[in-house]
């Protein structure tokens, strides 16, 4: 599975919206979270980093 797959899975999974991780990582807006589930923007180290924080999983998980 893909960066953007997994991100979408795992969200899903842990019950919280596009919405909710844009806040959570400090977005603007939802657009610029789903452009990374879309598979549009590869984020940063450091923001995948707080991604896997935020979904409690290992950066490995979300990597594939």
């Keep these: 599975m893909s960066l953007a797959e997994n991100l979408k899975l795992i969200r899903k999974k ?3 919206s596009q919405d909710k ?20 923007v590869m ?3 450091e923001k995948l980093k707080k991604i896997a924080g935020i979904l409690e999983v290992q950066l490995e998980d979300l990597l594939g």
């Design 14 to 16: 842990e019950g919280l």
């Design 21 to 40: 991780m844009a806040t959570k990582l400090g977005y603007e807006s939802i657009n610029g979270y789903a452009k990374v589930e879309r598979g549009d």
């Design 43 to 45: 984020p940063s180290v």
